[in-house]
């Protein structure tokens, strides 16, 4: 996500780091730097045209504070200029005064809109909430089948409606009734896609507005197609009246153009991003922690609510302590990355990161899941004791756990490595400053790809 603007930023502050002192000329160069970075991450020509004068405003405004490098009050400008154009405050799902709260799912073909309505019901029960589930895709016919196998993964009732329900309208209108019988305060209406905005698709949605009066229209977009995204967003906000947008795809969309513009763009607010084909892979947008993670100060409070969702607090200050008294051992060391297998996809939980301090290293880190489960086979050949005391495992058991778990001496002896690379790396983050940010709430464990 926003990997190679992020990149590019970083690079204009870091080139900043070596002046003294905030000049015309190095100012000049930085923004130019900027606006180029803007450009190639399919920023909206406009958006980036508005993001460059307000910075340019602020940056040529500023006294020059002494206790402030330029690269320290460029920093701070662009990151505030990022949350405006993200969108300044988080923006949640509004409910209806009079439940069911209806919301209806919009979007091309194929742009994630099944998947984020299971996704968002997964996360709205996760929030107390009880929602009914509804396609009223009545020309795909695989379609309302798709959406009851979503719902069944995320323990959500659907509404499949009666041989004689074959009307969209018809359809939304009996979940409605079935919502109420049942007592589900949140209706989710999965509407039909297609390939463009046709007439005929908008005066369906449009019907369905007019008889469902949903609170939200959440329009959702496939974030890799960029300024396509934008345009489609622009023109369903005009001929239907949206009042948020789902990014989907952000965990292969590199340049982050569609997220950065299209709030500006619509005027509506990005109220959602998915970010893998699992139904978890959900986070509600937050402006100033997406700023955070483009400018490489990483997302502590995301990646905390995360372990907080996934984590066993016990099992997690357990380990806690046998760090810092160094009895962490490779079973320990084995157990944590199942944990860290839990809390999904991988790179995404990295990009949470802040890329300072021991966590720098984290930046370039791939994570392969293979490499994972060899770590695992590799502890798996290994006897208790051996588990228990790394110290043991000499040349020849490394050869024999080596065969053991199909891997070669070559990959054990890296193991080890990491494994001792891990514990120190633990042992100063769980003193330093990430450890003082995350409270009482503990790391629980270590990371494995040095
Ligand atoms: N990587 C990734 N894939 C996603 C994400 N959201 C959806 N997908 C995938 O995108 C494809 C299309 O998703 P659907 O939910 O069926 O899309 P749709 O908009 O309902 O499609 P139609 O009903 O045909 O218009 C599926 O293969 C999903 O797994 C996401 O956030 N990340
Ligand atoms: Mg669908």
């Known amino acids: 996500m926003f990997d190679s603007l992020s990149d590019k930023l970083q690079r204009v502050f870091k080139n900043l780091r070596g002046e003294g002192k905030l000049t015309a000329e190095n100012m000049e160069a930085a923004l130019k730097e900027i606006r180029v970075a803007l450009l190639e991450a399919d920023v909206h020509f406009k958006v980036v045209k508005a993001f460059m004068a307000a910075v340019r405003e602020k940056a040529m405004g500023q006294e020059v504070l002494n206790s402030f490098t330029p690269a320290q009050q460029v920093t701070k400008i662009v990151k505030d200029e990022l949350i405006a154009v993200l969108g300044t405050h988080p923006s949640r799902l509004r409910t209806a005064s009079q439940p069911p709260t209806v919301i209806m799912i919009v979007g091309l073909q194929g742009s994630g809109k099944t998947t984020s309505t299971g996704k968002l019901a997964k996360h709205l029960a996760k929030n107390g909430h009880r929602p009914l589930v509804v396609s009223v895709d009545v020309y795909r016919p695989a379609a309302r089948k798709q959406l009851s196998i979503v719902a069944g993964q995320v323990n959500v009732p659907a509404y499949e409606g009666t041989p004689d329900e074959t009307k969209p309208l018809a359809l939304a209108k009996s979940a409605r009734r079935q919502a109420e019988i049942s007592g589900r305060d949140l209706i989710l209406v999965d509407t039909a896609g297609r390939l463009h905005i046709d007439d005929e698709l908008m005066v369906e949605l449009q019907e369905l507005k007019e008889h469902l009066n949903?609170?939200?229209?959440?329009?959702?977009?496939?974030?890799?197609?960029?300024?396509?995204?934008?345009?489609?967003?622009?023109?369903?906000?005009?001929?239907?009246?949206?009042?948020?947008?789902?990014?989907?795809k952000m965990d292969g969309d590199a340049r982050g153009g569609a997220a950065l513009s299209i709030r500006h763009i619509t005027g509506q607010p990005l109220k959602f991003v998915g970010t893998g084909e699992k139904l978890d892979a959900i986070e509600a947008f937050h402006p100033d922690r997406v700023a955070s993670r483009i400018l490489g100060m990483g997302d502590v409070m995301s990646f905390i609510e995360k372990m907080e969702q996934n984590i066993d607090q016990k099992k997690a200050e357990?380990?806690?302590?046998?760090?810092?008294?160094?009895?962490?051992?490779?079973?320990d060391f084995r157990d944590q990355l199942k944990q860290l297998r839990k809390l999904g996809p991988l790179e995404s939980l990295l990009g949470m990161m802040p890329q300072m301090g021991p966590m720098k290293q984290l930046k370039d880190v791939k994570v392969d899941e293979k490499e994972l489960t060899r770590v695992v086979a590799i502890i798996d050949s290994m006897t208790p004791k051996e588990r228990a005391n790394h110290m043991l495992i000499n040349g020849a058991r490394r050869r024999r756990i080596a065969k053991g778990s199909g891997t070669t001496v070559t990959d054990v002896?890296?193991?080890?490595?990491?494994?001792?690379?891990?514990?120190?790396?633990?042992?100063?983050?769980?003193?330093?400053?990430?450890?003082?940010?995350?409270?009482?709430?503990?790391?629980?464990?270590a990371n494995p790809f040095q």
Do not use: C, W
């Open 214 to 248: 949903p609170t939200e229209i959440l329009f959702v977009a496939d974030a890799m197609t960029g300024q396509d995204a934008v345009k489609s967003a622009d023109e369903f906000h005009k001929r239907l009246g949206i009042t948020g947008v789902v990014l989907t």
């Open 318 to 331: 357990e380990m806690q302590r046998k760090l810092i008294t160094d009895d962490f051992t490779l079973e």
């Open 413 to 445: 002896n890296n193991l080890l490595k990491q494994y001792g690379q891990a514990r120190k790396m633990m042992k100063s983050m769980s003193g330093g400053l990430l450890g003082k940010k995350m409270g009482k709430f503990k790391l629980p464990f």
